[in-house]
């Protein structure tokens, strides 16, 4: 329940701070070189026609059905009543429509015209306004965020933490029934605290904005009613998330008011964020490309979390018995550990260019966290930082991936049927050891046999499948999924029974940045000369070049593409996953395969495959190309072009 501190009386009669008895609150930028596909001017939110109620909607200039809003309130020590068309139309206003966001500026009642809390009833009012009509405009009424500058920042962070408090919602309007609570909140260098303005020193009261809404001079018996108008007064843990961006040369409202905000807002556990300028006035200087998308990247966050579904369970790949990490229908990943002696904790799993997810301390000693928005169906290799160390999650196995045993996450596929456990005979994979006389050393692989095959005598072909930079033997069997695909399409008669073979493609030596240089000379000799005589005189093959095919998955494409041009004898079918193409000129003059598979996913290069796949049909080649579906660089993406090449292999 929120704070109740002060009387109904003292509300209606208390003020809203600002910083210095002259302040007009920072240069407002004009409405200039603003884009965007519809404006709704002067739409009255109060229904009486008053200047001070009209406010303008903004569309972005990319069409959808809806929009999440932000309300943004400009700053002018609550001295203007009509100052929507100066609210930072050019800097935060344009920002915000170029990522997707609908923007509202409501004017507000000046000193002038009435004192606190009007003008946060009014704020309210025109949030309850956005809910009321989001389908004439277009408005999403779940996500409706404040952004505000100087008294603006203020009132956009009282509308954040007063959700709820009966006194400051007002009868402004006709759609009292509908929320005024917000789901997000900026401030831009906001005052907080009167009392603590000039930050260590007393605050200096005479002539005053707050004296002037309050109606009289300072004095200790109206103390409360100036400390009403304060966001700190209403904070508690289920307020939404709220940024604070200050100057640190800011000389109206002084820097520490955006630190002490921040500060008591984390105390609480709430998500915040502080961005200190340090050349920053008030005003001048603030909107840097750097401060602006951090309040786009908080948005979306906020935005993303406000849809997330509490239909969590616990990942696939988790260890016996352990509920974390948990995933849920929409994608997104949820993390918890125990780590009380920990001063930072962040998972590396997360939306890309945001250096993942970071955790949140509780009074338990438990880190929790939720990505920042739905991730990509499949599997994903993670790990922790703690405290700058590297550290594996314990909730979760562990799979060898970046050169080292990594924790991984399912995020459930909407396909997942195909690699999922059933009811169906299941072959065998099983771990065989070789001699290597090029490498001097005893070598591992995995070999999938197809179920029965140790009670026949029938013969099969094989697939030779590669894993990719940072992986071995196992990450075909363990996070390809490989077996199970394998058991599954047999049991359907999607294909003929073969066998699979998954060895180290001795890729980890080489670095990023240093791909052109691997040749895979020494693996060829491995593969060819001594592993593949070893599977042929250990287990039942078709010992030929129609019944052995290659595939990789993206360095293991590229080891892929260098040993079946230069061995084509040895290998009919040759298949890419995320690894490069095939062109024409590349299979001049060489044995004809007998079929090119070449695959990516649809966030990877799709068009330079299917263009590929294209020139090698045009030249008379029995080529495939595949693009898996919303899939990035990723096991789902290799998932889906093993089933789809399979039945295409050995006819």
């Known amino acids: 329940?929120?704070?109740?501190?002060?009387?109904?009386?003292?509300?209606?009669?208390?003020?809203?701070?600002?910083?210095?008895?002259?302040?007009?609150?920072?240069?407002?930028?004009?409405?200039?070189?603003?884009?965007?596909?519809?404006?709704?001017?002067?739409?009255?939110?109060?229904?009486?026609?008053?200047?001070?109620?009209?406010?303008?909607?903004?569309?972005?200039?990319?069409?959808?059905?809806?929009?999440?809003?932000?309300?943004?309130?400009?700053?002018?020590a609550w001295f203007?009543?009509?100052?929507?068309?100066?609210?930072?139309?050019?800097?935060?206003?344009?920002k915000l429509l170029d990522n997707g966001y609908a923007v509202v500026t409501p004017n507000h009642r000046s000193s002038a015209d009435a004192k606190f809390p009007a003008q946060i009833n009014d704020i309210k009012a025109a949030?309850?306004?956005?809910?009321?009509?989001?389908?004439?405009?277009?408005?999403?009424?779940?996500?409706?965020?404040?952004?505000?500058?100087?008294?603006?920042?203020?009132?956009?962070?009282?509308?954040?933490?007063?959700?709820?408090?009966?006194?400051?919602?007002?009868?402004?309007?006709?759609?009292?029934?509908?929320?005024?609570?917000?789901?997000?909140?900026?401030?831009?260098?906001?005052?907080?605290?009167?009392?603590?303005?000039?930050?260590?020193?007393?605050?200096k009261?005479?002539?005053?904005?707050?004296?002037?809404?309050?109606?009289?001079?300072?004095?200790?018996?109206?103390?409360?009613?100036?400390?009403?108008?304060?966001?700190?007064?209403?904070?508690?843990?289920?307020?939404?998330?709220?940024?604070?961006?200050?100057?640190?040369?800011?000389?109206?409202?002084?820097?520490?008011?955006?630190?002490?905000?921040?500060?008591?807002?984390?105390?609480?556990?709430?998500?915040?964020?502080l961005h200190l300028e340090p050349e920053g006035g008030h005003g001048f200087n603030m909107y840097t490309d750097a401060n602006l998308n951090a309040m786009v990247d908080f948005l979306n966050a906020a935005y993303n979390e406000s849809r997330i579904k509490e239909d969590f369970v616990p990942s696939s790949f988790n260890q016996p018995g352990q509920d974390y990490p948990m995933v849920n229908s929409q994608g997104y990943a949820r993390f918890r550990v125990h780590l009380p002696e920990a001063q930072s904790v962040v998972v590396t799993l997360g939306l890309g260019g945001r250096g993942g997810t970071a955790l949140k301390k509780g009074a338990d000693g438990y880190w929790t966290g939720t990505t920042d928005g739905p991730m990509d169906e499949g599997f994903h290799y993670y790990h922790l930082i703690v405290d700058g160390g590297v550290l594996n999650d314990p909730g979760t196995g562990f799979f060898y991936g970046s050169c080292r045993w990594e924790s991984g996450i399912e995020i459930?596929?909407?396909?997942?049927?195909?690699?999922?456990?059933?009811?169906?005979?299941?072959?065998?994979?099983?771990q065989v050891l070789f001699w290597s006389e090029s490498t001097k050393e005893c070598r591992v692989a995995n070999v999938y046999t197809p179920a029965g095959y140790e009670k026949g005598k029938k013969k099969y072909p094989v697939l030779y499948l590669q894993h990719g930079w940072g992986e071995n033997e196992t990450s075909w069997p363990v996070q390809g999924k490989a077996g199970l695909i394998m058991d599954n399409m047999i049991a359907e008669g999607?294909?003929?029974?073969?066998?699979?073979?998954?060895?180290?493609?001795?890729?980890?030596?080489?670095?990023?940045?240093?791909?052109?240089?691997?040749?895979?000379e020494e693996f060829q000799e491995v593969l060819v000369n001594e592993l593949i005589p070893y599977v042929d005189s250990h287990f039942r093959t078709?010992?030929?070049?129609?019944?052995?095919?290659?595939?990789?998955?993206?360095?293991?494409?590229?080891?892929?593409?260098?040993?079946t041009l230069r061995r084509p004898d040895v290998f009919g079918y040759w298949c890419l996953f995320s690894g490069g193409t095939y062109s024409p000129a590349d299979l001049q003059g060489l044995?004809?395969?007998?079929?090119?598979?070449i695959s990516c996913g649809s966030k990877e290069n799709p068009d330079g495959v299917v263009k590929a796949v294209e020139d090698l049909k045009a030249a008379g080649y029995n080529a495939t190309s595949h693009v898996s579906d919303g899939t990035a660089h990723e096991f789902l993406t290799w998932r889906r072009a093993l089933y789809t090449v399979a039945p295409l292999l050995f006819k």
């Open 1 to 76: 329940m929120k704070k109740t501190l002060i009387t109904v009386a003292a509300l209606f009669a208390a003020v809203a701070a600002i910083a210095q008895p002259n302040g007009f609150g920072g240069w407002q930028m004009p409405e200039i070189k603003m884009e965007y596909s519809q404006k709704f001017a002067d739409v009255n939110y109060a229904g009486d026609d008053a200047v001070y109620h009209n406010m303008d909607i903004y569309l972005p200039k990319v069409e959808k059905d809806v929009y999440p809003v932000v309300v943004h309130i400009y700053g002018s």
């Open 80 to 94: 203007s009543n009509n100052s929507k068309g100066m609210a930072d139309l050019g800097t935060i206003v344009q």
């Open 127 to 203: 949030i309850r306004f956005v809910r009321a009509h989001a389908d004439e405009y277009k408005l999403d009424p779940t996500f409706v965020a404040t952004s505000g500058f100087s008294s603006g920042g203020h009132l956009s962070s009282l509308a954040a933490t007063s959700g709820g408090v009966r006194q400051l919602e007002g009868t402004v309007g006709e759609c009292l029934e509908f929320s005024s609570r917000v789901n997000a909140a900026c401030d831009w260098s906001g005052p907080i605290d009167m009392f603590k303005m000039n930050c260590d020193e007393p605050r």
């Open 205 to 273: 009261w005479g002539g005053t904005p707050e004296e002037a809404l309050v109606g009289h001079d300072y004095e200790e018996q109206y103390e409360q009613q100036f400390r009403a108008i304060s966001p700190l007064t209403y904070l508690d843990p289920s307020d939404p998330p709220l940024i604070v961006f200050h100057g640190q040369k800011d000389n109206v409202v002084p820097f520490c008011q955006g630190v002490e905000l921040y500060d008591e807002i984390n105390k609480l556990g709430i998500r915040t964020e």
């Open 412 to 430: 459930p596929a909407h396909d997942q049927d195909f690699f999922a456990m059933k009811n169906v005979p299941h072959g065998n994979v099983q």
């Open 494 to 520: 999607r294909i003929e029974p073969f066998i699979v073979v998954m060895t180290y493609g001795m890729t980890n030596d080489i670095k990023y940045g240093h791909i052109n240089e691997f040749t895979a």
């Open 542 to 563: 078709i010992a030929d070049r129609n019944h052995r095919a290659m595939a990789g998955l993206s360095m293991g494409g590229v080891t892929t593409r260098l040993i």
């Open 591 to 597: 044995q004809t395969p007998k079929g090119i598979f």
